[in-house]
């Protein structure tokens, strides 16, 4: 190796230093990112480490997993490789003595709930078995185990080259394996990328190190010592158009050779506008050009098969094609032959490259019927190979790319399911399947969250004049649900279609699940690929069920149920419980309690997107909080594995439950985050359900101003929509609002906007949760009658029976409303010794503040103290300051003055007071990233975290609130 000296100091100190570590290298193609990689798997195997090297190969860009699987290959537990990623095959198992020390039998295979729950992550990666594709977090966490379990034994060094090419999914959890390998001693991750190729790593926040070009004194002796002979003529020429790379050093002298007619001053890599790995490329294509047509055939299908650079130094999990007759590339430097395995691989990756260009688009096909030959045991390569290798219709290519498409989603790998499924709907021989595969296109690429070409694949599904088939429906309906807020069309639309599929009328159309969009507040769809009817029919029910919940209307709720009714045996009891729980509680949730809480009691059995569902049951049934740790679990690798929608109700979930159990600041933060992703996806239903939610806990917060404006955004938008869901949280928030502000009399307006006083608004959900609020602002304003109707309506009604939340609140009202102190006190001991009365401190805290007012005026100060000081207790830790205020002015009637402590300052940490200066400047989550070397993921979850503690809402404050807090700070 010529120069170097820096980064050679740098690599043997990062392989020798104790501890794990991760470094990427960075640089223009053909710097010597390899050499360098070579020279520190060298170093590392002499001091005693097992070396696995890996290489990106562009041909498998798109494979969800085929990197990972051949980083982790040589560590995989003996019959681990049987079915896994397409092109292994069954029972094959190297004898690598490396990998034997590797694949010990305790790896992995202990029977404890950890290790069972790594295996099976890198089983559903893997396809080894049937599931939803793993998220980041879980398979990291597996990979990370398998990696130590192998370090246990002697130190280990992962090497990957060109990881530029690494697909999606197996570069994520790359990412999140390196950010984590300081934890783990005696791993390291050495990676190569280019710098004029985007990747997942350019995001991944790992430590990076320049790979510049040579200096002039290091690139002429590269230069003289392997082209000895060069005329000073030529040499200058040649240095000053290779400009320090060393492939190009290498390359161009035999290259002038080839051209006698070269002069001074020619450029001889082309124009320089044009990128200089591009112009070599021009090098190689001379030299290609001078082969027969029997040579480049071979060389084109080495290279579509992905033929590496470097073949590395372990078993692979592939078997390569392996091109034969080529003597003729050996000869002038376009193949070089492995002195470790004898296989033969392209000098550099630019020679595969030049090689496919300079084919033509029938060589390139022919290369690609050959390979689908090759790898016919290996769905997902053959897929790739039969979609580029045929023109005109045939089904049973179709299907073959449905086929991998379904095993695809089923991993993780949605984009190239979508991609598949579109050229199988080309390939369609009948317009049914073509609408039919489009429509299912259009579904997977809309749980991805590429809602764009999701419209774009379901206007294409629909034949003009027919029917729509499932698929499109969902597809559709979920961009008009999500993006556009639209209930009326959409249950219009979607209950047709449960209708013709009841009827037998429409097409068996099949919907690839994974994990999709959140059906309403509820999650998504689950089973792995295209599924029955009785499938496709559940889901269709499942959505007709959500925007039904948002339109919050009865005439729609009053077609839900007929519709419902209508299926008779084939409307599942999922179904049904969903269709009572979300609807009214009031009038059909009775008798759905206790099957929630027995579902909810074995989740680990569930698919995700079932338990969703299931927690917005038990939210409308006030039982949400024992499934909340489940979905604390699981909202990120919903978030990771793209299903953004999903994750989002998850989100909307927790946080409604932390505002239950008067965790604000928590739910302010998850809200924050929420509001964040919504927005950013273009979600506007779930941004305005998000501000809705915000809008609620500034209202018993105090913030007035805060809860006005979002309320009014959330009314402007959800009003014109018909969207009652959202209205009725806006009205709910007015009354809430005015009552913390003491103007009662907006507060009743607001009130009985949602449902009359004495009844309960039929498939209005806010009506029973907004019970206090209307009886508070009915006794305030003089409506005592109103008010005793309506505690009257929620008993005779039988809320105490539905939820614990409303029992509490029924009985509260009724004792606000009772005319005999006698009656009130016995009302008020069965509120507050409600055995979940602490799960509900707010509204627990508001009926004793109530109560305590009532004592006071009728026995006394003394006898209110202990009721007031509770109250004022926990409203003051809640932060609800308008009902503390008036909880400690009734104290201080009642003869006590409570002492209240001062706030605490605000602690920003570090990285988040740095990441808040910056947007305050009025940078953006990327312009952010860049600077500090985050994601914008990551940026946004600090901004989130930041601004509650801030007590802002938006980035328009950051300036103003940073400046007070350091006023703050450095005030005496």
Request: hydrophobic share 45%; net charge neutral.
């Amino acid at each position: 190796m010529v120069g170097r000296d820096g980064e050679r100091e740098q690599l043997s100190a990062f392989v020798r230093a104790p501890g794990g570590a991760a470094l990427v290298l960075r640089g223009e193609a053909g710097v010597g990112k390899s050499t360098l990689l070579d020279l520190a798997a060298r170093l590392a195997a002499e001091d005693g480490h097992l070396v696995i090297r890996a290489t990106g190969v562009e041909a498998e860009a798109e494979l969800p997993y085929a990197g990972l699987h051949q980083i982790l290959y040589p560590l995989l537990p003996v019959g681990a490789h049987a079915g896994g990623q397409p092109g292994g095959q069954a029972g094959e198992h190297p004898g690598d003595p490396s990998g034997d020390a590797a694949r010990d039998p305790s790896d992995g295979s202990s029977d404890g709930p950890s290790n069972h729950a790594s295996r099976a992550a890198l089983d559903a990666a893997f396809g080894r078995m049937e599931g939803p594709p793993p998220p980041v977090m879980a398979l990291g966490i597996a990979v990370l185990k398998l990696l130590s379990r192998a370090a246990s034994k002697r130190p280990l060094l992962l090497v990957l080259d060109d990881g530029q090419w690494l697909d999606e999914a197996s570069a994520d959890v790359c990412g999140f394996v390196g950010r984590r390998l300081a934890g783990s001693p005696g791993v390291k991750l050495l990676v190569a990328v280019r710098g004029d190729v985007a990747s997942r790593f350019d995001t991944a926040a790992l430590p990076e190190t320049p790979v510049g070009p040579l200096t002039d004194a290091d690139a002429a002796c590269l230069l003289d010592r392997h082209h000895a002979r060069l005329g000073e003529r030529i040499r200058g020429l040649v240095l000053d158009q290779a400009r320090g790379n060393p492939l190009a050093l290498l390359e161009l002298p035999t290259h002038l050779a080839s051209r006698p007619g070269h002069h001074a001053g020619e450029d001889l890599l082309g124009p320089h506008g044009v990128p200089l790995p591009r112009r070599i490329q021009e090098i190689y294509a001379v030299r290609l050009a001078g082969l027969d047509d029997t040579v480049r055939r071979e060389l084109l299908t080495g290279a579509l098969d992905g033929a590496t650079a470097r073949s590395g130094d372990g078993p692979g999990p592939t078997a390569r094609y392996r091109m034969r007759g080529v003597d003729a590339a050996v000869a002038c430097g376009l193949l070089v032959v492995e002195p470790a395995t004898g296989d033969l691989a392209f000098r550099h990756p630019l020679v595969r490259s030049s090689v496919v260009q300079l084919a033509t688009t029938d060589q390139r096909r022919d290369a690609h019927r050959v390979l689908a030959r090759v790898h016919r045991e290996s769905p997902e390569r053959r897929a790739t190979h039969l979609a580029a290798a045929t023109v005109d219709p045939d089904e049973r290519v179709a299907a073959a790319l449905e086929a991998a498409a379904r095993s695809a989603t089923r991993r993780g790998g949605a984009r190239m399911a979508v991609s598949w499924l579109t050229r199988a709907a080309e390939l369609s021989e009948n317009r049914s399947d073509r609408s039919r595969r489009l429509g299912d296109a259009a579904y997977v690429a809309g749980q991805a969250d590429r809602l764009g070409q999701a419209r774009s694949l379901a206007l294409a599904a629909s034949a003009p004049g027919a029917e729509e088939n499932p698929a499109a429906v969902l597809a559709n309906a979920y961009l008009a649900l999500y993006q556009d807020g639209d209930v009326r069309a959409t249950h219009q639309r979607v209950a047709a279609a449960v209708e013709r599929l009841r009827d037998g009328r429409a097409p068996d159309g099949g919907v690839p699940g994974g994990p999709g969009a959140a059906d309403g507040p509820v999650a998504p769809d689950g089973p792995d690929g295209p599924v029955r009817r009785d499938e496709v029919l559940d889901r269709l029910v499942s959505l007709l069920l959500a925007v039904s919940q948002y339109a919050g209307s009865p005439t729609a709720w009053q077609r839900t149920h007929e519709v419902l009714g209508s299926l008779g045996e084939l409307a599942t009891e999922r179904a049904r419980m969903y269709g009572s729980t979300w609807s009214d509680v009031v009038r059909h949730g009775a008798g759905w309690c206790a099957p929630v809480e027995r579902a909810g009691a074995v989740l680990e059995d569930q698919d995700p997107w079932d338990v969703t569902r299931l927690a917005v049951s038990a939210y409308h049934l006030d039982v949400l909080s024992p499934l909340r740790p489940y979905l604390e679990r699981v909202v990120d690798r919903e978030l990771d594995t793209g299903a953004m929608s999903s994750g989002i109700v998850m989100l909307h979930l927790i946080m409604l439950d932390q505002m239950g159990l008067g965790q604000w600041e928590a739910a302010e933060r998850t809200g924050h985050r929420a509001l964040a992703l919504s927005t950013e996806r273009g979600h506007g239903l779930f941004a305005h359900q998000t501000r809705a939610y915000l809008a609620q806990l500034a209202a018993v917060r105090g913030r007035a101003e805060e809860a006005r404006d979002l309320q009014a955004a959330v009314d402007a938008w959800a009003r014109p929509r018909g969207i009652g869901f959202l209205t009725q949280i806006a009205d709910a928030v007015g009354a809430t609002t005015a009552l913390s502000a003491g103007d009662y009399e907006t507060a009743f307006l607001y009130a009985i906007g949602i449902t009359a006083p004495g009844a309960f608004r039929p498939y209005a959900y806010q009506a029973s949760r907004t019970l206090l609020d209307l009886v508070e602002a009915a006794l305030h304003t003089g409506r005592v009658d109103q008010a005793r109707a309506h505690a009257l309506a929620a008993r005779d009604a039988g809320l105490p029976e539905l939820s614990p939340r409303l029992a509490l609140i029924t009985f509260g009202a009724l004792a606000m409303t009772a005319d005999d102190e006698a009656e009130a006190a016995e009302l008020y001991a069965r509120a507050q010794s409600h055995p979940a009365a602490e799960r509900f401190p707010f509204e627990l805290a508001r009926i004793r503040l109530a109560h305590g007012i009532r004592v006071r005026r009728a026995q006394g100060g003394a006898a209110a103290r202990v009721t007031l000081a509770q109250a004022a207790e926990t409203l003051d830790r809640l932060g609800a300051t308008a009902w503390a205020e008036r909880a400690h002015a009734e104290l201080r009637a009642a003869g006590v003055v409570p002492h209240t402590a001062a706030p605490a300052p605000v602690q920003l940490t570090w990285q988040e007071r740095r990441i808040a200066e910056l947007a305050a400047r009025g940078l953006t989550n990327k312009e952010i990233g860049d600077q500090v070397r985050l994601s914008p993921r990551t940026v946004s979850s600090h901004l989130y975290r930041a601004f509650p503690k801030l007590g802002i809402t938006t980035r328009a404050a950051l300036r103003d609130a940073l400046t007070e807090l350091a006023d703050r700070s450095t005030a005496p």
